[in-house]
């Protein structure tokens, strides 16, 4: 199969390669850039544990082919802090108790991140529906709701 050459930004870097046409943006993501923060759960869009945001909006990197991000910009979990500063959401995230596993992590503050750039003061109903997309088999999703909710109080 031929490769095809792409061009996208991701986490403000861009990045040039030549891919298969079948490759994910998940698979491009860990073994071209070798950002591994970004997780395979189950590789069918079900879990949530490989979102990313690809032009504002939250994705399964899983379902994405990487063709398809080409001319894009993409933002992973090593691109949300700001150098050593953390964003918002992380901060909450360590502070409320939110991470067990850390598995679920990364994609759950991407998609609560993307959703508290269009709703920055949800209700927590509004919360459980956004992240509904994202499984977390260690925390009940009490203290990730009380996070994100943090977070957007400030």
């Not at 001319?71 to 918002?88: F, S």
């Not at 108790?97 to 990364?106: H, L, N, V």
Request: with cysteine.
């Amino acid at each position: 199969m031929s490769k095809v050459p792409i061009k996208l930004e991701v986490n403000g870097e861009t990045h040039e390669r030549e891919v298969e046409p079948r490759m994910t943006l998940l698979d491009f993501i860990r073994n071209e850039l070798n950002l591994t923060g970004t997780k395979e759960g189950c590789g069918e869009g079900d879990c949530g544990a490989c979102t990313v945001v690809v032009d504002g909006s939250a994705v399964n990197a899983c379902l994405m082919l990487a063709v398809e991000a080409d001319r894009k910009e993409v933002l992973t979990i090593e691109g949300v802090a700001d150098g050593d500063n953390l964003h918002p959401l992380q901060q909450a995230f360590i502070e409320n108790g939110a991470i067990q596993c850390g598995f679920c992590t990364p994609g759950m503050i991407l998609s609560a991140k993307t959703f508290l750039e269009n709703n920055p003061r949800p209700t927590e109903q509004e919360v459980r529906v956004a992240i509904a997309g994202n499984l977390c088999r260690c925390t009940g999703y009490d203290k990730i709701v009380k996070s994100i909710l943090a977070a957007a109080a400030g």
